[in-house]
C-alpha cells in the first residue's frame, strides 16, 4: 500500500482567526442611559436658582427664575448582515457562526462608542418641539487648543475648565487617540515615579491622569473609519466627558440593545445568515459637561 504524500495532507485549525479591531465599547461608562420606545425621546433638564436672602419679618417672595430645557434624542437603526454558505462550512471543516457572530457584534459595539462621540459636539435641538438648534459653542461647550503639543499643561487646562464651571466631582473620561497617549507618556508628570506610582512606562498603558480616565481609540484602524473625528487633515478632536450618579455629558438612549438572529434563507442555495442589529440614539445634556481638546494628527 502506498503511503499518503506528506505533502498533499493539509491541517485544519479549530478555531477562526478574527482580525485586529477594537471589539467593546469604550465610551459606555461616562454616558447616561435611558430607554425609550418611540422615535425620538425629549430629554428634560432643570438648570440652576439662585437663593434669596430673607431680610425682614413677613417679607414678599421673589420666584426663582426656573430654568426648563427639553433635548431631542432621535433613533437611529443599524443593521449588519453576513451570509454563510454551507460550501465554505465544509471547506473550512467548522462552522464560522460564531465569530461571524462576534465580529458584528464588535461592529456594533463601535457603532456605540461612534454615536457617543458625534453626540458630544453635534448641535442640538432643544424647545418644546424642538424647534430651535443650539451649537456646542451656543450650549457652554469649551475648547482646548493642543495643536501645538499634547501636554500635561492641557491636561491641567482640561480639569480647570470643568472645575470653573462647578462641574460636580465625579468620573471624567478623555476619548483621545494612541497619538496624544504616545505624547502623554513623554511626560515627567505623568511617568516618573517622583510624580505618579502607576509606573505606565512599565505597564505599557497609560490609563489615567490628572483624575481623568484616559479612553484610547485607534488612530488609523484597519478596515473602518477612526472614532474620533478629523476635522479636515489638520485637527484631531478629542472629547472630555464629565459623569456624576446624578448625570452625564452624554445620554444614550436605547430603544434596542444589540440583537442577534441567526436564520436560514430559503432563497439562496444552502446560506444562512448572521443578522446583527442595533436601535439607539444620543445627546449632549449640557454643554458644560462636554470639552473639545483639539490636536494635530501625527
Known amino acids: 500500500m502506498q503511503s499518503i504524500d ?4 493539509r491541517q485544519f485549525r479549530d478555531s477562526l482567526h478574527i ?11 461616562f454616558v447616561e442611559f435611558k430607554t425609550f420606545q418611540g422615535d425620538d425621546l425629549a430629554y428634560d433638564s432643570f438648570g440652576k436658582v439662585n437663593e434669596q436672602e430673607v ?16 433635548r431631542k434624542l432621535k433613533r437611529r437603526r443599524f443593521n449588519v448582515a453576513v451570509p454563510v454558505d454551507a460550501s465554505d462550512v465544509r471547506g473550512m ?21 461612534r454615536i457617543v462621540t458625534e453626540a458630544a459636539l453635534a448641535d442640538v435641538l432643544t424647545g418644546r418641539d424642538f424647534g430651535t438648534t443650539v451649537t456646542f459653542a451656543g450650549d457652554g461647550g469649551q475648547e482646548v487648543d493642543a495643536t501645538a503639543g499634547f501636554t500635561y ?25 494612541d497619538q496624544e497617549e504616545e505624547a502623554l507618556m513623554k511626560e515627567t508628570e505623568l511617568t516618573s515615579g517622583d510624580f505618579t506610582r502607576m509606573m505606565p512606562v512599565d505597564g505599557g498603558d497609560l490609563t489615567r491622569g490628572v483624575g481623568m480616565d484616559f479612553v484610547i481609540f485607534g488612530s488609523s484602524p484597519d478596515g473602518y473609519d477612526p472614532i474620533l473625528n478629523i476635522n ?12 456624576t450618579q446624578e448625570r452625564a455629558g452624554i445620554c444614550l438612549g436605547m430603544s434596542s440593545d444589540i440583537t442577534v438572529k441567526i436564520q436560514e434563507r ?3 442555495i444552502e446560506t444562512t445568515q448572521v443578522v446583527v442589529g442595533l436601535e439607539l440614539g444620543a445627546v449632549r445634556t449640557e454643554g458644560v459637561l462636554v470639552q473639545k481638546i483639539r490636536t494635530t494628527p501625527v
Open 6 to 9: 506528506n505533502a498533499l495532507i
Open 19 to 29: 482580525e485586529a479591531q477594537q471589539m467593546v465599547s469604550k465610551a459606555m461608562p
Open 55 to 70: 431680610e425682614s419679618r413677613n417679607q414678599k417672595i421673589e420666584f426663582a427664575e426656573a430654568e426648563f430645557s427639553r
Open 93 to 113: 471543516l467548522l462552522d464560522p457562526t460564531g465569530p461571524i457572530t462576534k465580529a458584528c457584534i464588535a461592529a456594533m459595539n463601535r457603532r456605540k462608542d
Open 153 to 177: 499643561e492641557k491636561l491641567l487646562e482640561v480639569r480647570r475648565q470643568f472645575k470653573a464651571k462647578d462641574v460636580p466631582s465625579g468620573k471624567i473620561g478623555l476619548l483621545m487617540s
Open 232 to 243: 479636515g487633515s489638520s485637527e484631531r478632536e478629542c472629547i472630555a466627558i464629565a459623569a
Open 266 to 268: 430559503t432563497d439562496l
